[in-house]
């Protein structure tokens, strides 16, 4: 599931960057789920509800400085 949800955020990649300069994305079922100033206040917000593996957390910034962050129920990736 998370390749898709970050192959949602590439193809949307324009209009989020537009909406969301700055910020982090947080896509489940390749949809936004909500969106947050920090990476800590993405996680740790959305741990609460959602289980590791099923999202992923993407800064909305320049895409020359992209970087995905994927996660597994046991692992984390960034």
Same mark, same amino acid.
């Given at each position: 599931? %998370?390749?898709? #949800?970050?192959? $949602? *955020?590439?193809? #949307? *990649?324009?209009?989020?960057?537009?909406?969301?300069?700055?910020?982090?994305?947080?896509?489940?079922? /390749?949809? @936004?789920? !909500?969106?947050?100033?920090? $990476?800590?206040? !993405?996680? %740790? %917000? %959305?741990?609460?509800?959602?289980?590791?593996?099923? *999202?992923?957390? /993407?800064?909305?910034?320049?895409?020359? #400085?992209?970087?995905?962050? *994927?996660?597994?129920? #046991? @692992? !984390? $990736?960034?």
């Amino acid at each position: 599931m %998370t390749n898709k #949800n970050y192959e $949602f *955020f590439k193809k #949307n *990649f324009d209009d989020l960057y537009e909406k969301h300069k700055d910020r982090f994305v947080v896509i489940k079922d /390749q949809a @936004v789920l !909500a969106v947050y100033d920090t $990476f800590d206040e !993405a996680y %740790t %917000t %959305t741990i609460k509800t959602e289980k590791l593996g099923t *999202f992923l957390i /993407q800064e909305c910034s320049d895409p020359k #400085n992209r970087i995905a962050y *994927f996660y597994t129920p #046991n @692992v !984390a $990736f960034y």
